[in-house]
């Protein structure tokens, strides 16, 4: 075995803008897709096998079973993810690959112009609104 003496490299966390998604102003980013990605067709070949959107005998499904088995799946803590499933998450096909552009396969990195950021599981919980332990992040405190 081979062990290389690199110095470490401590990461650099951004602060957070918000404590809640109720307190985040999208307004302040002045988002203009045409700064992100100028083309007019992606060079990339992105395939969206199995983007989600809810099917209709699920989302009844579900608001039937909630009365009765809400306490349950509370319990389990399955809750959330459950009601997550209902949600519709809309394709955004110019801003998908504009990220893609920035995308490193060794590293498994994007790389902006500030540096190199990578989404962490700890950023799939707060987004998907799961908890590990008591409330969902949006719940209300």
Request: proline share 6%; net charge neutral; charged share 20%.
């Amino acid at each position: 075995m081979v062990t290389v003496n690199k110095p470490l490299e401590l990461p650099i966390f951004l602060k957070p803008i918000a404590n809640s998604i109720h307190e985040l102003n999208l307004n302040q980013f002045n988002l203009n897709l045409n700064s992100i990605h100028e083309a007019k067709e992606c060079p990339f070949k992105i395939n969206f096998n199995g983007w989600h959107s809810p099917q209709e005998k699920w989302v009844k499904w579900v608001d039937e079973l909630k009365p009765k088995y809400e306490s349950v799946w509370k319990k389990a803590r399955i809750f959330e993810p459950i009601m997550s499933i209902k949600s519709c998450i809309i394709k955004n096909q110019d801003l998908v690959c504009g990220i893609v552009e920035k995308w490193c396969c060794e590293t498994n990195t994007f790389v902006f112009l500030f540096g190199e950021a990578t989404i962490t599981l700890e950023d799939v919980i707060v987004l998907g609104g799961y908890s590990l332990f008591g409330h969902p992040v949006f719940h209300p405190t």
